[in-house]
């Protein structure tokens, strides 16, 4: 009896530590980049968050209720970069990019982007081997 109480236990705290899911509606909107990025070296472990610094301003990502991925307000018209989105279990953004149009350029196929992070207006997507932190924009 004693043991089937603890497996129980063991069972619910398990249960308990998983990731919370990530509704569509969650990241809905603007998102500003933070200029924070954290990097995984050679090992696979994560660095410190870093500050970057650039005299560029990095765009705004915006999610769209139509599941578009929006660039400073508009779809981007560069090769590889990514239009459409939907939000897959285990807060995983699946994307599809444009390269029909890019004659030239052989996009890389990159997994889809994780959710890290989505709490207090702050968004952190994993995106490969780069983190990157986002602020909800106004």
């Known amino acids: ?17 998983t990731t919370a899911h990530i509704s569509p509606e969650d990241i809905i909107g603007k998102w500003n980049n933070a200029y924070q990025i954290q990097s995984k070296d050679e090992n696979g472990k994560w660095s410190q968050w870093t500050t970057i610094n650039t005299l560029v301003a990095l765009p705004t990502l915006e ?5 578009k991925i ?6 981007s018209d560069f090769c590889c970069v990514p239009r459409t989105y939907t939000i897959k279990k285990g807060n995983v953004i699946a994307y599809s990019s444009g390269t029909s149009s890019c004659e030239t350029v052989d996009c890389v196929e990159y997994k889809d982007w994780v959710i890290e992070r989505l709490k207090n207006d702050t968004l ?15």
């Open 1 to 17: 009896m004693k043991i089937l109480f603890v497996s129980l236990i063991v069972a619910g705290l398990f249960m308990g530590c």
């Open 63 to 67: 999610f769209t209720t139509d599941g």
């Open 70 to 75: 929006l660039w400073d307000g508009k779809q």
């Open 124 to 138: 952190e997507i994993n995106q490969h081997y780069t983190k990157v932190r986002y602020l909800r924009g106004k």
